[in-house]
């Protein structure tokens, strides 16, 4: 195609990082590429907890409106941000090959009482997944909110009397702002499609559909494909943690996901394996059997609590 592609972007380091990169790989494929920079309300409003803003789509209304508007031709998302349900007029153009899926603790310095259950710490946080899992770990924290993208995040925790403050790892590998005094989670499910970039365009747009095809990666599209599914699944218009977690292994499918709490003291697990080719429906099924079991009680108890 000879026009150059319009590709939106929040003009954050971390968004800018993931649309030049996106940028680069159609410039491989002979396809010029342009950034137009959009603020999106999840940057603007750095206060409001993140789930009491309605999680869904805070960070990709903006773009959605330039998409439609035809301001620009593609928008780049990382994945965990996009709801499931895709504005209307607006498709999936390109999944990119995942990075690390893992959550991330940055502390400062003194990591002793993470090996004591009943440890007492103050850990910050926006996510409500985060903060779920977290007290379902150590229940006598206390988790405080935090906002801001990375750069602004890792300020605060200097600033703060926090013990530490979480982070997805691909967020700061991305743009080299891991800290050395940071570990990963390896016990924390990640939000489904963390790691992962999203790429969009109208769905009457062939030129842009086309561009974008040879930049997906196929085994990282059906695995949060997956994810989605059992998070979209599972919604039921609570606003539930919800965790997940597809991957290849030895030429399976294998998925995990959780429901937890927000408080932590509930929770329902689940973990199923599939061949590739039988793995489409393997996230609704998923959560479709957790629902039918122990699932159903955790969004009850949630329900109760006034969280739903």
Do not use: F, H, Y
């Given at each position: 195609?000879?026009?150059?592609?319009?590709?939106?972007?929040?003009?954050?380091?971390?968004?800018?990082?993931?649309?030049?990169l996106v940028k680069d790989m159609l410039a491989a494929n002979g396809i010029a590429g342009e950034l137009v920079q959009i603020k999106s309300e999840g940057d603007i409003d750095l206060v409001t907890p993140l789930y009491a803003m309605g999680v869904q789509g805070v960070f990709t209304r903006s773009l959605d409106a330039a998409l439609l508007s035809e301001r620009i031709d593609i928008a780049v998302h990382s994945m965990k941000d996009v709801p499931v349900q895709l504005a209307r007029g607006i498709v999936q153009a390109a999944v990119l090959e995942r990075a690390s899926r893992k959550d991330i603790l940055v502390h400062k310095g003194d990591i002793h009482f993470l090996d004591d259950p009943q440890s007492k710490a103050i850990i910050a946080t926006s996510s409500i997944r985060r903060r779920a899992q977290w007290l379902r770990r150590y229940p006598n924290h206390t988790i405080d909110n935090l906002r801001g993208n990375v750069n602004t995040r890792l300020r605060k925790l200097s600033e703060?009397?926090?013990q530490g403050a979480i982070f997805a790892a691909a967020g700061l590998e991305r743009i080299n702002l891991r800290p050395e005094n940071s570990i990963d989670l390896n016990w924390m499910l990640?939000?489904?499609?963390?790691?992962a970039i999203?790429?969009?365009?109208?769905?009457?747009d062939k030129q842009a559909a086309d561009a974008c095809a040879a930049l997906n990666d196929g085994i990282t599209a059906l695995c949060t494909a997956i994810e989605r599914d059992f998070l979209s699944t599972l919604m039921g218009g609570c606003s539930t943690p919800i965790s997940a977690y597809a991957r290849m292994e030895n030429g399976e499918i294998l998925f995990e996901g959780n429901i937890t709490a927000p408080d932590g003291t509930a929770w329902a697990d689940i973990a199923l394996h599939a061949a590739p080719e039988q793995a489409a429906e393997l996230g609704k099924k998923a959560a479709t059997q957790l629902l039918n079991g122990e699932g159903q009680s955790v969004l009850e108890k949630i329900k109760q609590t006034g969280n739903g």
């Open positions: 195609m000879n026009k150059t592609l319009r590709i939106g972007t929040r003009d954050s380091q971390l968004a800018l990082w993931q649309a030049n703060n009397n926090w990640p939000a489904p499609a963390q790691g999203m790429v969009v365009c109208r769905e009457n």
